[in-house]
């Protein structure tokens, strides 16, 4: 099924279209990932337990900056509810002056953070190009240590977010927190940023993994 090109400036329509870009992708498979973008001081967050190909644009939640959906903005469809996820978007819009917040549920992601102890660390990959540094706000080099934080999964996704924002504290360059055994937010200035290197991590860790299995370090050091 086609879908017509969205209006870049509509966040109703940009979150649909995105997610049903992550199902495609198979980074939010059933009704798993979410996704959250802020415009004017209001938060767009994808709901909960929905399938992704499927939200719709006036299924959205507008949010305040406390988390309560604004006044006449409740999604049409009866029944839906605010995406389990909404606290840890929060960490990177509260923390971050976030323009956007991802969750992935990709295998890649799962897989590197189970590969690692307390962080994923790459170099000497050109994709690295892609992250930014969160306080620099500059691009990381080919030869710079990409580093993600691996934070412990919970039974329930709001109790991960004291851990979340903790990570953030002791990580302030990062751009994303692993989840092990359960996914990754990345965050970003803009949707587009977040979204870029949202797809650049999977790269690197797509691309982690089959090295792994060659025999190849992620790092020079590891030679």
Same mark, same amino acid.
């Given at each position: ?24 992708? $198979?980074?939010?498979?059933?009704? $798993? $990932? ?17 399938? %992704? ?20 903005? !409740? ?19 509260? +923390? ?19 590969? !690692? ?9 050109? +994709? ?8 620099? %706000?500059?691009?990381? $080099? ?24 903790? !990570? ?31 797809? !650049?991590?999977?790269?690197? +860790? ?18």
């Amino acid at each position: 099924m086609s879908h017509p090109p969205q209006n870049d400036n509509n966040p109703r329509e940009l979150i649909p279209e995105l997610c049903r870009e992550f199902y495609r992708l $198979g980074w939010a498979t059933g009704t $798993g $990932g979410g996704i959250s973008i802020k415009q004017d001081g209001i938060y767009y967050v994808a709901p909960s337990g929905v399938q %992704k190909e499927r939200i719709r644009p006036e299924d959205v939640f507008e949010l305040d900056e406390r988390q309560e959906v604004r006044t006449g903005s !409740c999604p049409v469809r009866a029944g839906l509810k605010i995406s389990e996820c909404t606290p840890l978007f929060f960490n990177a819009y509260r +923390m971050r002056n976030a323009g956007a917040c991802l969750h992935s549920h990709s295998q890649h992601v799962v897989l590197v953070s189970m590969l !690692c102890d307390k962080e994923f660390r790459i170099s000497h990959i050109e +994709m690295i190009k892609g992250i930014q540094n969160a306080e620099t %706000k500059k691009a990381l $080099g080919y030869r710079d240590t990409l580093v993600v934080p691996i934070i412990e999964n919970t039974d329930f996704e709001k109790d991960l977010t004291a851990s979340m924002a903790a !990570c953030m504290e002791a990580y302030p360059q990062t751009n994303a927190v692993l989840v092990r055994r359960h996914g990754i937010y990345v965050w970003g200035d803009t949707w587009q940023k977040a979204k870029g290197m949202a797809e !650049c991590l999977e790269y690197l +860790m797509e691309l982690a993994i089959r090295m792994k299995q060659l025999g190849l370090p992620w790092t020079p050091e590891e030679k």
